[in-house]
């Protein structure tokens, strides 16, 4: 039976806490990243354990079947091709396709999805340094910490952010730090863990430690 929109998002969701969070998953979890309410999400989440897609039992922890898991991974496929058509063919700054391919993903032309795959050549990675399963669910893996662990003196090279919202991203857009940049820590503020950080070959900034926290990097 053919899943809605709506289906597809919480096992997106379902599958995006889990990978984040490396937590538990809870109602209050998938209610807050969905924006709607926790009873809307027990209803839901009873539907999608009736089609076999989620483990859940009331109090317990939330989990994605394997059949679950392959719808999951294919929407992220599907997401992540389509941001990086965007931002790489259409000219769409990387702050301005997280909708778009919201609408995008729910496409369902798997022939589309593999000739838009191999147009792209492949990527590993999308615009915002996510990276891209491929078509069996396979995740590229990579050796990657958070600016906001690196020592005075170290440096990293960003190669993708950990909230990938437009406000953030707009900032980042501001500081001219972008996938690829390098970042050099000179100096940290106790206080508050601010970081005094090169970017690029430009003059240093201030960043805080909520920005550093975000950006993932590859030290150099």
Excluded at 13 to 31: M, Q
Excluded at 91 to 119: C, M
Aim: hydrophobic share 40%; aromatic share 6%.
């Amino acid at each position: 039976m053919p899943l809605t929109q709506t289906e597809e998002n919480y096992l997106k969701a379902i599958f995006t806490i889990a990978d984040r969070d490396d937590l538990p998953i809870r109602t209050n979890d998938i209610a807050k990243l969905l924006s709607t309410k926790a009873s809307s999400v027990t209803d839901m989440l009873k539907k999608l354990a009736e089609k076999k897609l989620i483990h859940y039992e009331r109090y317990k922890p939330i989990t994605l079947s394997e059949s679950g898991t392959e719808v999951a991974t294919h929407l992220i496929r599907k997401h992540r091709l389509w941001e990086t058509f965007l931002v790489e063919n259409l000219g769409f700054n990387w702050s301005e396709v997280h909708h778009i391919a919201e609408q995008l993903e729910h496409i369902k032309a798997p022939e589309l999805v593999q000739r838009l795959a191999d147009y792209l050549d492949n990527p590993l990675y999308d615009p915002h340094g996510d990276p891209i399963p491929d078509a069996s669910g396979h995740f590229p893996q990579r050796e990657q910490v958070l600016l906001g662990t690196l020592k005075p003196g170290e440096c990293g090279r960003l190669c993708s952010v950990v909230e990938d919202d437009a406000s953030f991203l707009e900032v980042l857009n501001m500081l001219e730090i972008k996938i690829g940049t390098l970042l050099e820590i000179e100096g940290i503020i106790s206080f508050d863990d601010t970081m005094q950080v090169k970017i690029g070959h430009k003059q240093s900034k201030i960043l805080s430690n909520k920005i550093c926290n975000n950006l993932f990097v590859i030290q150099a």
